[in-house]
């Protein structure tokens, strides 16, 4: 029977990644996307007509995490696994600065959606021995200037992973650290962020782009894949960069 796997921010970049190779053979799963615009996902639906289910919503809100979890269950009648993708990295700015309405709203999508979801799934992915992927980040371990919002939010994650794996025996978890991808929030990062950023941190996005420094999405969305389908008890509740040794055996 196929695995059924709910991932969201699926609609570009890393989380789109995740899903083609979840939905494509060998794997051929069973999938609900959530995203907040449809265009990504009606893509994948029309495709894949009889293995996608999706929604869109302001995962900020309580609703679209737990309407997520119920759609997986009413489409596909169970629950194996979730990759948590979703995340904004507004805003940047120095804590002198914050606008704490701003850290709120990130803190509601980065970390509080995790949580209300997570409630509503457990019993579910106890039913099936399930694996949640939480996609987090360098910045969680590592500062960088103006990031105080994103990168406190991702070491609230990877506790959270590790708090679920002893919390939950039945259930796997991991926090995973995609690295730098060529996707949007690098765009956003060398093109609109400069100014609110060191002028060293930001030359070095900047070069990171222009001499190929940038990993596709594919290469962690293929460990992150693996792992949701087939995560052990060695990694289980840490927090791991997807190229680190222990992951190896995952990035085949």
């Not at 990130?106 to 992915?125: G, R, T």
């Not at 200037?145 to 259930?171: C, Q, R, V």
């Not at 222990?246 to 085949?252: D, G, H, I, M, V």
Request: aromatic letters at 8%.
């Amino acid at each position: 029977m196929a695995p059924v796997i709910i991932v969201t921010g699926a609609s570009r970049g890393l989380g789109a990644a995740i899903a083609r190779q979840l939905l494509s053979p060998p794997i051929a799963a069973n999938v609900v996307l959530v995203a907040r615009t449809e265009s990504g996902l009606k893509s994948f639906a029309d495709e894949f007509p009889n293995q996608v289910a999706y929604l869109t919503g302001d995962l900020s809100t309580d609703r679209a995490n737990e309407d997520a979890i119920k759609l997986a269950i009413s489409k596909f009648g169970k629950l194996d696994g979730i990759i948590f993708n979703a995340a904004i990295l507004d805003p940047i700015a120095k804590v002198g600065k914050a606008d704490i309405s701003e850290w709120k709203k990130l803190y509601d999508v980065n970390f509080f959606s995790l949580i209300v979801a997570l409630k509503e799934a457990i019993p579910y992915l106890k039913e099936t021995k399930g694996k949640v992927v939480f996609i987090s980040s360098g910045a969680a371990h590592h500062y960088f200037y103006g990031w105080g919002a994103y990168g406190s939010s991702k070491a609230a994650t990877d506790h959270l992973a590790a708090t679920l794996a002893a919390e939950e025996p039945d259930i796997f978890s991991i926090s995973l650290d995609p690295g730098v991808m060529d996707t949007d929030m690098q765009i956003a990062l060398r093109d609109k962020h400069g100014s609110e950023m060191s002028p060293s941190e930001h030359e070095r996005f900047l070069k990171l782009k222009s001499e190929g420094g940038l990993s596709p999405p594919e290469a962690p969305g293929n460990v992150a894949v693996n792992l949701v389908l087939n995560g052990g008890p060695a990694v289980n509740g840490k927090a791991l960069r997807f190229t680190a040794p222990e992951l190896a055996a995952y990035a085949k």
